[in-house]
T-cell receptor
Framework: GENVEQHPSTLSVQEGDSAVIKCTYSDSASNYFPWYKQELGKRPQLIIDIRSNVGEKKDQRIAVTLNKTAKHFSLHITETQPEDSAVYFCAARGWRALTFGSGTRLQVQP | DTGVSQDPRHKITKRGQNVTFRCDPISEHNRLYWYRQTLGQGPEFLTYFQNEAQLEKSRLLSDRFSAERPKGSFSTLEIQRTEQGDSAMYLC????????????FGQGTRLTVV
């Protein structure tokens, strides 16, 4: 089955700096890669996603890049703000369901 | 809130008891998923429905777990003879027909087995 690895497990940045979270996946058949943000006690919230026919997608301050050959994808957050502090999960979808990474706790220091 | 709704939000039960959780997906979403999340980990897939048909079950889903979606709308997840290792957040997600790859999560049911 699919295996998704996520790094780093924790990330601390100063407000205004950029943050990058990286994931690798194992199943070359995976074709959909979403990112979720989860605040304490709340539901995972879909913030951006990319399908395998696209190499990069951007939405305001967040962007995702995908390298299918190397089987890795990354989340980029620019101009970080304190409200970006949360746990971020990457995921990969193969046949039917999502396989998640273990999460990155992002702390944005004011 | 027209998102995925789960009930109850919290459940404390004694070991050996049975518990049942309910999930109401977003209206007209035909796909429904159950995931389990433990502290510090990402959600783990349990089972998946397309309409009323249960199409896939993870090997994580032991015989004590059963899920139903009788009319293709809401779903229930039952755990029989609960064990302390069942303590976790149980998340439900749904996907629309036209974008079946996207999953939208509910707020989850936190189960504590004492």
């Amino acid at each position: 089955g699919e295996n998704v690895e996520q790094h780093p497990s924790t990330l601390s940045v100063q407000e205004g700096d950029s943050a990058v979270i990286k994931c690798t996946y194992s199943d070359s058949a995976s074709n959909y890669f979403p990112w979720y943000k989860q605040e304490l006690g709340k539901r995972p919230q879909l913030i951006i996603d990319i399908r395998s026919n696209v190499g990069e997608k951007k939405d305001q301050r967040i962007a995702v890049t995908l390298n299918k050959t190397a089987k890795h994808f990354s989340l980029h957050i620019t101009e970080t703000q304190p409200e970006d502090s949360a746990v971020y999960f990457c995921a990969a979808r193969g046949w039917r369901a999502l396989t998640f990474g273990s999460g990155t706790r992002l702390q944005v220091q004011p | 809130d027209t998102g995925v709704s789960q009930d109850p939000r919290h459940k404390i039960t004694k070991r050996g008891q049975n518990v049942t959780f309910r999930c109401d997906p977003i209206s007209e979403h035909n796909r429904l998923y159950w995931y389990r999340q433990t502290l510090g980990q990402g959600p783990e897939f349990l089972t998946y429905f397309q309409n009323e048909a249960q199409l896939e079950k993870s090997r994580l889903l032991s015989d004590r777990f059963s899920a139903e979606r009788p009319k293709g709308s809401f779903s229930t997840l039952e755990i029989q003879r609960t064990e302390q290792g069942d303590s976790a957040m149980y998340l439900c997600a749904s996907s629309p027909k036209d974008r079946g790859y996207q999953a939208f999560f509910g707020q989850g049911t936190r189960l504590t087995v004492v």
